[in-house]
């Protein structure tokens, strides 16, 4: 049942009494190519038709290593993290995620605004942007539990209250990821339908869907069709590499029992003109260190190598 009180009309109302497809009303692409744009146009339409671009050796082995020397301080304890924003692995004390990654970390602040990421997104998106959410995901080795099947958007516009889909996703590599270790799996062209999904929103329901996610995901049935459909690829790459994925992208990723781990910072962009409003299927929002709610000024984007 949708719960908004926005007077903003619902144009992908979900957590329904039942599970329907709806067509995306939204651009994917929301500038204009020119030869001075940060992307190949072959790029932008790649992204256009897919919904993700994967882009290699965005950063350098020298930049790269200084993230990772950070990531495993975050994670050892050395640096002390506010408390909401650690997130451990089902069953065990091992980190699964560390939410507002830009506030624990001076360097991942940096990373957030780097033009080579949040410079492209701007472009893509044709609007200034803000960190909706931002965190480290770590898959340890052997027991880094898998993230189901979702639409990104599903959940930002039912309980953070985001209005249209335009918002993009990058995902930046700090480890190697590869077919084996659980990578990106992404659905090219899902994100052009949107699934609105069933079954109304728990009280707090992100304090389980953060561990794992039950409501706001689609059915086997929808999953398997959408599969059928559009096909599986897997973002894999070295570290370095960056996947920028549309928010309403199907996507997720499997568990891994290799001894391999994986790691990679994840920011969401979200366009200033598109920021959250009331949730529209839930009572209230999710916590702040979920999703920004009161964003002081667009982010402020930095070229230069990270030092």
């Not at 996947?243 to 994986?262: A, E, K, Q, W, Y």
């Amino acid at each position: 049942m949708s719960l908004a009180t926005n007077h903003i009309a619902d144009d992908y109302p979900t957590r329904g009494s039942t599970e329907t497809w709806l067509e995306r009303k939204d651009p994917v692409f929301w500038g204009n190519w020119t030869p001075e744009a940060p992307l190949t146009r072959a790029q932008v339409e790649s992204f256009e038709k897919n919904g993700f671009l994967v882009l290699t050796n965005v950063f350098s082995e020298v930049e790269i290593a200084k993230l990772k020397d950070e990531s495993a301080r975050i994670r050892s304890g050395e640096i002390q993290l506010q408390a909401d924003n650690l997130i451990t692995e089902p069953g065990s004390n091992a980190v699964r995620t560390v939410f507002r990654l830009d506030e624990e970390s001076t360097i991942f602040d940096r990373l957030a605004r780097d033009e080579r990421v949040a410079g492209r997104v701007k472009f893509l998106l044709d609007d200034d942007l803000y960190l909706h959410q931002s965190r480290l995901n770590y898959k340890p080795g052997f027991t880094g539990k898998e993230f189901y099947w979702h639409s990104d958007f599903e959940t930002w516009h039912a309980e953070d209250g985001m209005p249209r889909m335009r918002a993009i996703s990058a995902s930046i590599l700090l480890t190697d990821n590869d077919a084996l270790n659980g990578p990106l799996m992404l659905m090219p062209g899902s994100h052009q339908h949107f699934v609105s999904c069933a079954g109304e929103t728990p009280e707090d329901n992100h304090k389980s869907s953060l561990k794992k996610q039950e409501i706001g995901v689609p059915s086997p049935d929808a999953l398997t069709q959408m599969a059928n459909k559009f096909g599986i690829e897997y973002a894999a790459g070295k570290a370095g590499t960056v996947v920028l994925f549309d928010c309403n992208t199907m996507h997720g990723s499997n568990g891994n029992i290799t001894p391999f781990p994986r790691s990679n910072a994840f920011f969401v962009y979200n366009s200033w003109s598109n920021r959250v409003v009331s949730p529209f299927a839930a009572k209230k929002p999710r916590p702040p260190f979920l999703a920004s709610r009161d964003p002081k000024a667009p982010l402020a984007i930095e070229g230069g190598k990270i030092s």
